[in-house]
């Protein structure tokens, strides 16, 4: 087996934690991963500098290069998937977003804003919840391997309920939500499948309350167009 850089490997533990129990302080760091506070705080700060984490009130976080790399991982389905966002938000005037998976988390990668309306959903493109979360989290956690699933349900206030909508997004095809990121907010999201079986995104369409009764309208639709860019990643 090649030798691997002991330094890297402990920045990379230590980024590693931040991402799972951030907000953390250097103290936190050395006790989680086992070595010298002093050595922590140094790699804390060597990737304050880059970016990679931020430094806040409550201690470090994860930092804006992260997401930059999850927008560069995710490049290929963002321009297979842009312009379809793009005729579809201006169909039907309606707010089109797309969600990458990363770890155990949905990221906005890409939205196409509806103008039809004065009022109107809006992401913010980078930021992130976990996939037991709204309709775009859900419709790709159906789609995972069971090992995940059984994981991240774990973390629901209902593992029994959470399941149940597991197997209920999968045998329809598509997931719906409301009131659980934004309050007043209605979504529905299909997953896009990749060759391999492989879940890696999802694409919603997303409306406020008071257009709630067009959403089972516009499933159709969205659902021709997941599978339209799932054939051609």
Same mark, same amino acid.
């Given at each position: 087996?090649?030798?691997?850089? +002991?330094?890297?490997?402990?920045?990379?533990?230590?980024?590693?934690?931040?991402?799972?129990?951030?907000?953390?302080?250097? $103290? /936190?760091?050395?006790?989680? =991963?086992?070595?010298?506070?002093?050595?922590?705080?140094?790699? +804390?700060?060597?990737?304050?500098?880059? $970016?990679?984490?931020?430094?806040?009130?409550?201690?470090?976080?994860?930092?804006?290069?992260?997401?930059?790399?999850?927008?560069?991982?995710?490049?290929?389905?963002?321009?297979?998937?842009?312009?379809?966002?793009?005729?579809?938000?201006?169909?039907?005037?309606?707010?089109?977003?797309?969600? =990458?998976?990363?770890?155990?988390?949905?990221?906005?990668?890409?939205?196409?804003?509806?103008?039809?309306?004065?009022?109107?959903?809006?992401?913010?493109?980078?930021?992130?919840?976990?996939?037991?979360?709204?309709?775009?989290?859900?419709?790709?956690?159906?789609?995972?391997?069971?090992?995940?699933?059984?994981?991240?349900?774990?973390?629901? $206030?209902?593992?029994?309920?959470?399941?149940?909508?597991?197997?209920?997004?999968?045998?329809?095809?598509? $997931?719906?939500?409301?009131?659980?990121?934004?309050?007043?907010?209605?979504?529905?999201?299909?997953?896009?499948?990749?060759? /391999?079986?492989? =879940?890696?995104?999802?694409?919603?369409? +997303?409306?406020?309350?008071?257009?709630?009764?067009?959403?089972?309208?516009?499933?159709?639709?969205?659902?021709? +167009?997941?599978?339209?860019?799932?054939?051609?990643?």
């Amino acid at each position: 087996m090649a030798e691997i850089s +002991l330094t890297g490997d402990q920045m990379l533990t230590v980024l590693e934690t931040v991402a799972k129990k951030g907000p953390v302080s250097a $103290a /936190d760091v050395a006790r989680a =991963c086992d070595i010298n506070r002093t050595v922590a705080y140094r790699l +804390l700060v060597t990737l304050e500098q880059r $970016a990679y984490v931020r430094r806040g009130h409550d201690g470090y976080t994860l930092g804006s290069a992260i997401n930059d790399l999850v927008r560069q991982l995710d490049r290929d389905i963002s321009s297979i998937a842009r312009p379809f966002m793009g005729t579809l938000a201006n169909a039907v005037g309606e707010t089109v977003v797309l969600h =990458c998976l990363n770890k155990d988390e949905a990221v906005v990668t890409e939205q196409a804003l509806g103008n039809r309306h004065l009022v109107r959903v809006q992401h913010v493109p980078g930021s992130r919840h976990p996939l037991h979360l709204g309709a775009s989290g859900w419709a790709m956690l159906a789609f995972q391997d069971q090992k995940t699933i059984a994981r991240i349900v774990k973390k629901s $206030a209902d593992p029994a309920a959470a399941l149940a909508r597991v197997e209920q997004t999968r045998e329809d095809g598509y $997931a719906i939500s409301h009131d659980e990121l934004q309050m007043g907010v209605h979504g529905i999201a299909a997953p896009l499948i990749e060759p /391999d079986g492989r =879940c890696n995104a999802s694409l919603a369409i +997303l409306v406020p309350s008071i257009r709630a009764e067009t959403l089972p309208a516009l499933t159709p639709r969205l659902l021709d +167009l997941a599978a339209e860019i799932s054939n051609q990643l």
